[in-house]
């Protein structure tokens, strides 16, 4: 243990009490107004609903702190408990290359961390989602879910694991330039992948028919100016009752999809503004406005990684005995959400922001009433909580509080 030790525990100490203090108060405060509909809603939603939704939020927040105990206690295990050091000895040993040493401790570490997060995972799927009539997945393919998710992690992220310690081991102190060139363009490469090669794998697309919905959709479409691949049916109803819209890909690969379920709750012209909605993101420039803020703190974390590595204290203080590049990488990734805690509602008002705009956007290139009527629909049917906690809201919600956003919507309606 070295004074950086002292400071890992510090910085893990507060991050973790103050996310604790943040749940509890957010549980508090659900519960406290679990028994009355809010003003702004007491017309559109039942008290039953809003007590179904108070009760899952409660029982997903339970289960937060079990996980985040595990959490904490796995941190610690790994770092000052000696199983970091422990597996990259274990493989230094056993393979010649350090390279191909670094990869394999590494992705044992991964390895361990997917396993220990299994019974969350099931408990979430098959006891909390399945209690509140939203789970429509079998055990089965739960396995295979998670199977697939850890073979393609494995053939994916291996390679490109292995290629930045190469490029940490080859290139010299500014390793960390060509790293975050590597990592940005893969990023790249998966967006626009990912509608055509890799969601197929987990779900099936079917192209919407012809009738009234797909004509409407294109005449928004049309008049956002907004081209793309086509428009899909995503059966997303055969492991949850959860619905969703959303597009994806990049340049001449962009898809528009959306959920079977959510198809099935809500009207052609809700669908519309939903719809509206998401295409606001892409008009307002935020997957660009987020991809660059996502470089430039990448950039930045892997400048701070450089310095790093070559401090001995960084490795001692973390309990690994032999400094390495992927000890390295390892630790830093795992560590250094202790130190950005703090940073989240930065983000999380900048997300918020962006949600503000985008409905916005779909209030004029839509109806707002639709935009609101299917909002309600979205937040009754997910069970999602009307009254979160402000503070808590602040720190962990990417999308503005219900009443918020409603209220926010009927200002632009009743300026219209």
Known sequence: MNTFTFIFLI???????????????????????????????????????????????LAKG???????????????????GG????????????????LWAG?????????????VELPSSYYQTFVIEEKFGFNKSSVNQFIKDHLMQTALGAVVGLPLLA??????DSVGSFWWLWAWAILMGFSLLMSWLYPTVIAP???????????????????????????????????????????????????????IVFFDNLVNSLDEEELEAVLAHELGHFKRKHVIKMLIATSITSLISLA?????INQPWFFTGLGVAQPSNAAALLLFTLVSSSFTFFM?????????????????????????????????????????????????????????????????????????
Not at 14 to 34: I, P
Not at 83 to 98: G, H, K, L, M, Y
Not at 163 to 168: E, G, P, R
């Open 11 to 57: 910085a893990l100490t507060v991050s973790t009490s103050v996310h604790y203090w943040l749940a509890k108060r957010q549980g508090d405060y659900v519960a406290k107004h679990r028994n009355a509909v809010p003003d702004a809603f007491k017309s559109k939603v039942s008290l039953e609903a809003h007590q179904k939704a108070a009760d899952y939020t």
């Open 62 to 80: 339970k289960l937060g702190h079990i996980d985040d105990i595990v959490s904490l206690v796995m941190l610690l295990l790994l770092t000052l």
């Open 83 to 98: 199983v970091i050091n422990a597996t990259f000895e274990f493989w230094a040993a056993a393979v010649s290359s350090p």
């Open 103 to 115: 990869v394999l401790a590494t992705a044992s570490i991964f390895l361990i961390l997917t396993v």
């Open 163 to 168: 290629l930045i310690l190469w490029v940490m």
């Open 201 to 255: 794998l987990f779900n099936k697309f079917t192209p919407m028919e012809e009738g009234s919905l797909k004509s409407r959709i294109q005449g928004l479409l049309e008049r956002c100016g907004f081209s793309s691949q086509g428009i899909f049916i995503m059966d997303g109803s055969k492991r949850s009752g959860h619905g969703n819209a959303y597009f994806t890909g990049l340049g001449n690969n962009k898809r």
């Open 304 to 308: 701070v990684l450089g310095w790093l």
């Open 344 to 416: 989240q509602p930065i983000t999380a008002y900048f997300q918020r922001k962006f949600e503000f705009e985008a409905d916005d956007f779909a209030a004029n290139n839509a109806q707002a009433s639709k935009m609101i009527s299917g909002l309600v629909k979205l937040y009754e049917e997910n069970a999602s909580t009307l009254t979160p906690d402000p503070l808590y809201s602040a720190f962990h919600y990417s999308h503005p509080p219900a009443a918020v956003r409603i209220a926010h919507l009927e200002t632009k309606l009743q300026s219209a």
